[in-house]
DNA sequence: AATGAATGAGTTTTCATTCAT
DNA sequence: CATGAATGAAAACTCATTCAT
């Protein structure tokens, strides 16, 4: 309705993105407000006009930043592929092993709000949301291999948080050292070996 | 004899301990020295005494903290058990199994380190280290299982880092919701999975 | 035109005249920040969007302290005077006695930086140069003295050492006890009675 | 009496010596108890012992400093030599420039005594008292040198205060630049052209 | 008398936040 | 809307002084 098209919106992703990339950088605590701005190409006064505080903009961060994370999963979950669960399992793994070096940059973002989860009602019970529902997506398609008689009748939500496990275990792993591994190959190893766990026989 | 023994060691460890608890609570930044001191009963002024400064007070926790979770893994291994290579790994698993609810506390010092590795050369050379290490005893666990043909002939090496990513993994997702699920049971079942893909189909 | 003028060099010496005043009544070491910031109308903060810290300031004021004093001087030096070089020598000295008073409120800024000489390279180098470059007026004059024949042929280097001497230790003299003497009278007489070792035997 | 001599008197000296030794290299500010106590080979709770605090050790100093130079000129003024007076001040001036190395070394205490003295009372008096006994001194020598018709009949007062502070100004610019010159000769030639503005004519 | 571990008040400095322009 | 100069609360760290041994 106004004659401009509303900035807002635009200047509170501008300010976001380049808090995710000073915070990958230098931690929330050692990031500085100017940090922020300069990196936003604002000034400092501009960020006060869209987050209420320095809070403010690590808590949007939080929701900004693992809604990507989760969109990836569902939106591979929701097409409704033809391929065995297996290898579509081992698509999202490959597609996982690729974007990992992407994701180490950024994951010390997610180690602090882990650590601030510990402390913070309201960021616990963010990450509590979030995980659950990603291990139900990780479930939907395992109980989708289950009904197509590719694994075992097994517990589907039980292996989804396995699957989950490996995927942050590796993730982490990885980034403390991406060079001890063929991190491609040790990824795919990894998943294979759960697969092969779960399988019917007839897959082994 | 001496009329005063050296303390030196014992109020040094004093104020690591002191710095576990508080950090775990309050994380490494919101921490105040004051806060050390006092959950320590020591004064300020001695903190000083004994350590630099703060940063030399959290490198010393770095060593001190990982260091006690390493040698609960080495002290498992290095038991030279009769049990299968399959019961051992189940022990360890329920073993961990049994202390999350202690580590969950702990957790948010180890994110810290986390995150703090992203940008600090000699931490995460540590983690590297420490990392190498744990995957090495486990590895050595599955090569036992490989040579008393309980395991199929697998990468030993990459299923230990499939184990630990596992561990590193259920550990993360318990620390965020510790009611999620019945963990004792989940972590033994992810296990088992995973004992499952690699175990001689006579084991199946 | 623009909208906020550059108020940076102003403020500069805004802080640096607050601190002549405050170091010179409380010495560098008792004087906190905040008292140099009030005296400056300004608060503790600002201060440092201008001086890096404390030792800053201090290094700033060493120049502009001493740099007034030498302008000082060398106005008078420059001014080509049709006096003879005595009465202009007299004309200085009086010019000090009067200022005397006024000098000694700072003198204890001079002094405490003559003590960090003693262990500051770039402080003593200064000194130096600031002492070379008084000299060497003086120096001037005086040889100007001995072409009029006002004055033997005596060494114009060596005068002009005694004579800052002379003065540098009046005003040491007058600032431990401005009431032990009449002051303004003995500063002329201790220069007369230099002059008259230097004068022709005609002026006597 | 007592069995044991007294250490009291010793003790506090060879604290005093330690304090000189350690102040005039770090400054009264920079010295910390405990590098005056390892100077004096005792240890810091002994310190205590003998002084009240820091700050009495820095009194006691002042008159242990002083006190020691102004021994050297009266020991030198009484002496109830046969040379002329001119003679007599020459030797002094002598005998000044031949320590003044040594006494550059002290030089930065003096200068922190004389700063505290802008805001000290009771340093102010002790400075004053020393000053004016130093000059009392001198203006006895100068008088002897007017009675015997040595000098013209001047303010003898007046002059030993103009002796003084050319002696105390040499000796800061010698501190502050002590290659500018070839001081001993310095000193001498600024005593002489002094006595020389004092002299008789029949002495020129 | 002597020691040196412990104390804690006091100071510099930083930086999130505000607000006059 | 946007700016960036100014604010001042907060915290790490120091060191003179004390006192149990």
Redesign the interface.
């Known amino acids: 309705m106004s004659p401009r098209p509303d900035v807002t919106e635009a200047r509170k992703n501008q300010i976001l993105e380049a808090a995710v990339t000073v915070f ?7 990031t500085r407000m100017d940090d922020i701005a300069k990196q936003a190409g604002l000034s400092k006064g501009a960020l006060y006009l869209y987050y209420k505080s320095k809070d403010t903009i690590i808590a949007a961060l939080l929701k900004y930043f693992f809604m990507q994370e989760f969109k990836r999963l569902q939106a591979f979950v929701e097409a409704d592929r033809e391929a065995s669960v297996h290898d579509q399992l081992m698509d999202l793994t490959r597609q996982l092993a690729a974007v990992m070096h992407w994701m180490a940059r950024l ?3 997610a ?2 709000f ?6 913070d009602q309201e960021v ?1 019970q963010f ?2 949301e979030y ?2 529902d990603y291990r139900r997506e990780l479930a939907r398609l395992i109980q989708r291999g289950i009904e197509r008689d590719e694994f075992r009748t ?2 589907a ?3 989804a ?2 699957l ?7 993730a ?2 990885y ?3 991406p060079e ?2 063929q991190w491609t ?2 990824v795919e ?2 998943v ?7 399988a019917q ?1 007839a897959s ?1």
């Open positions: 990958a950088r230098l931690g929330f605590q050692q994951m010390p973002i180690f602090e882990y650590a601030i989860a510990g402390r616990r990450l509590q995980y659950h097994i517990d939500e039980a292996t948080t396995t989950a496990a490996l995927y942050e275990g590796l982490l792993l980034f403390v050292d001890a591994h190959e040790q190893t990894s294979r070996l759960l697969l092969e766990g779960i026989h082994t």
